[in-house]
């Protein structure tokens, strides 16, 4: 079955502590992001890569780090988490993000709580 | 910068009733634009994705429509029912993916 898969699902942290939210696709897609969800801001993206190795901010990349070093795994990774980071985390990846056919799927979500 | 409006943001209707969703960017320049649905505290869900070049796409009792010269989108939901409750996203693809606030739609028995 064609999915995005996201490791842990819920997580609640102490600030600080360094953690990492793993993303997974098993489409062969070129094209991955994260996203970030808050009430009344909605989605704003906070990485995206195009390809392995190649990996660019999006609009809200402050406290966040990201690696591209195989095609399938796009984690994310916060090196010291603090209490603005609380919130809906969504990983998505798509075949391509210049053609206008490609549709983007996204993982199920991480709730992650920041104290 | 590409900006998404999703008005309303909140409708509530009765069931059976035909609704329309609208979306709106500012940026012509997209590859496509896609409509999502989220349950509370759940994940996306695309509903339907329409091409730049393409005027309209329909699925089941949904039905999208583009019109890219005035940055306008919508979605049409025919014969709502309860289980149609959720937000709904439009999210436009340039070099990268812009989502609008939603719309929260309700619709009673």
């Known amino acids: 079955e064609a999915q995005v898969t996201q490791n842990p699902r819920y997580l609640i942290t102490v600030t600080g502590k360094k953690l990492t939210v793993t993303c997974s696709q098993n489409m062969n897609h070129e094209y991955m992001s994260w ?3 808050d009430p009344g801001l909605g989605l704003r993206q906070i990485y995206y890569s195009m390809n392995v190795e190649v990996t660019d901010k999006g609009d809200v990349p402050e406290g966040y780090k990201v690696s591209r070093k195989e095609k399938r795994n796009f984690p994310l990774i916060l090196e010291s988490p603090s209490p603005n980071q609380t919130s809906l985390y969504f990983c998505a990846s798509s075949l391509s993000m210049t053609e206008s056919s490609y549709e983007q799927y996204f993982g199920p979500g991480t709730r992650l709580t920041v104290t | 910068k590409q900006e998404v409006t999703q008005i309303p943001a909140a409708l509530s209707v009765p069931e059976g009733e035909n609704l329309v969703l609208n979306c709106s960017f500012t940026d012509s320049a997209i590859y496509n634009l896609q409509w999502f649905r989220q349950d509370p505290g759940k994940g996306l869900t695309s509903l339907l994705l329409i091409q730049s070049s393409q005027r309209e796409q329909t699925s089941g ?18 014969a709502s029912q309860p289980g149609d409750s959720a937000t709904y996203l439009c999210a436009v693809s340039g070099w990268d993916m812009r989502f609008g606030a939603g719309t929260r739609l309700t619709v009673k028995p």
Do not use: M, P, V
Not at chain 2, 61 to 78: E, P, V
């Open chain 2, 61 to 78: 009792r949904l039905n999208a429509s583009l019109d890219k010269s005035s940055g306008r989108s919508t979605l049409y939901i025919a």
């Open chain 1, 35 to 37: 996203y970030r969800q």
